[in-house]
């Protein structure tokens, strides 16, 4: 493994000192992939799962690249969702400090002239697309001095629908600017994005290591819909569960499934998670959940977009994921950093042919074959899918048996000093300036 120091990649003292207040001495692998890259000034395209240290990879560098008199702000980057926003407020202030630099977050649910006056005294701001797009239209500031822009989980913007917005920001922001792109796949529409938003860019791919990654005990449990409920109980009362997210399609949904929870079981401490929650709301109940106070996390996929929880042992699928891409973001919530994970998937009659699908595409053969559930698939009907996967290989755990159904282990997502800053690369930013035609607004 390589030695190699955030010094040696030409990070500030300054930045190497709160780094190593915290504990962190040695860069991650994306992070010595990335940064003196983006220190000399280069477009990077980062393919990167989450969990990996791709904050401090792009977080670290902006700070060396930021004067402390720079017009403000002069960093923005873009997040899909209120609890990344803050996660990435929340790694990079002990950096910004060090450098006498400002960083603010932009997101809803919260009051907009207070966010407003506090991200325009920001050297960097951290904002979902919506938000944003309403301070910009109350001119609470502008991004016509933004010269590095960040867009963190690309894939999961677009995902969301936030294309649109996202490509008005950008032709708000300087043409000669210095993007960094940071997404779970970069082909398909990530990779057209990519293309359109970025010159002559560095690429980088970063696979979490196998030895880092746990395995997943993945389990396909085959139920009615007034089952459902009952299963559910008796999988979240077993002795061996630790931290468990649970997944459902609507907002709705998963307030109800609080609710019924708490009347059927003592033993379970349930809170939802959901986009009508106020981000106070949320915030607590992400607290919550990672301090102990409860066990189980009841969420949409939209809010669980982002959230970096350590330690959760299980997954439950308790409404059907709509594709395969969302099963893997899903799941990969469990078995990071090394510890195992269990991934639970409820299926009812009319979802066992599309459950059966994903299963395939997945590798999961034997799983779902030892679930009782159908074993017939029509290959021609869904070839196998790379786009998400690609960045997640799967474990080659052993196979054992538990209620529900047979399982196989598997993971997918798995777990110098640069003086007053700004510097940049000179010729990087003239190729920017002559090259950048193609603004944002390509698609």
């Not at 502008?142 to 995902?159: G, H, I």
């Not at 696979?207 to 409920?229: D, P, T």
């Not at 973001?329 to 699908?357: L, P, W």
Request: positive net charge.
């Amino acid at each position: 493994m390589s030695k190699q120091s955030f010094a040696d990649l030409g990070v500030s003292k300054a930045v190497v000192d709160s780094l190593r207040e915290r504990g962190i001495e040695a860069p991650f692998p994306i992070q010595r992939q990335v940064i003196e890259d983006i220190l000399d000034g280069d477009d990077v395209l980062v393919q990167s799962p989450t969990g990996s240290g791709k904050t401090l990879a792009f977080g670290v560098p902006l700070a060396d690249l930021i004067a402390a008199d720079s017009r403000r702000p002069a960093a923005l980057i873009l997040a899909p969702t209120r609890e990344l926003a803050s996660q990435i407020v929340d790694e990079m202030e002990g950096i910004c400090h060090a450098r006498a630099l400002s960083i603010a977050a932009v997101y809803g649910g919260v009051g907009l002239q207070q966010q407003a006056k506090r991200a325009a005294k920001a050297h960097i701001i951290v904002a979902c697309p919506g938000r944003l797009e309403d301070q910009i239209q109350r001119r609470a500031f502008s991004l016509e001095n933004v010269k590095y822009l960040v867009l963190d989980e690309a894939d999961r913007m677009l995902d969301m629908g936030f294309k649109p917005a996202v490509d008005r920001i950008v032709k708000q922001v300087d043409r000669g600017r210095q993007t960094l792109f940071f997404s779970a796949t970069l082909e398909g529409a990530a990779g057209k994005l990519a293309d359109a938003y970025t010159i002559d860019p560095k690429t980088h791919v970063n696979r979490n290591s196998q030895e880092k990654q746990g395995k997943i005990e993945h389990r396909f449990v085959h139920v009615s819909h007034e089952a459902k409920l009952e299963s559910l109980v008796t999988e979240l009362e077993q002795a061996d569960r630790g931290r468990t997210l649970v997944f459902v399609r609507t907002k709705h949904g998963a307030d109800r499934l609080v609710k019924k929870l708490s009347k059927r079981s003592r033993q379970v401490k349930a809170v939802a998670m959901h986009g009508n929650k106020s981000q106070n709301q949320r915030q607590r109940a992400l607290a919550d959940f990672e301090d102990g106070k409860v066990d189980t996390l009841v969420a949409t996929d939209v809010a669980a977009r982002g959230i970096d929880v350590a330690d959760v042992t299980h997954v439950i699928n308790f409404d059907m994921p709509e594709d395969q891409d969302t099963f893997v973001h899903r799941v990969g919530r469990t078995g990071r950093a090394g510890a195992d994970g269990n991934g639970v998937s409820f299926v009812q009659a009319d979802q066992a042919r599309e459950m059966g699908k994903i299963a395939k595409s997945l590798g999961l053969h034997r799983e779902w074959e030892a679930s009782g559930g159908p074993v017939s698939f029509h290959s021609e009907s869904h070839p196998k899918q790379h786009s998400r996967t690609s960045s997640r290989p799967k474990g080659k755990g052993g196979n054992r048996s538990r209620s529900g159904g047979g399982s196989r282990s598997g993971s997918y997502g798995g777990s110098g000093n640069r003086g007053g800053g700004g510097k940049g690369s000179s010729s990087g930013n003239r190729k920017r300036q002559q090259n950048r035609s193609r603004g944002g607004s390509q698609s």
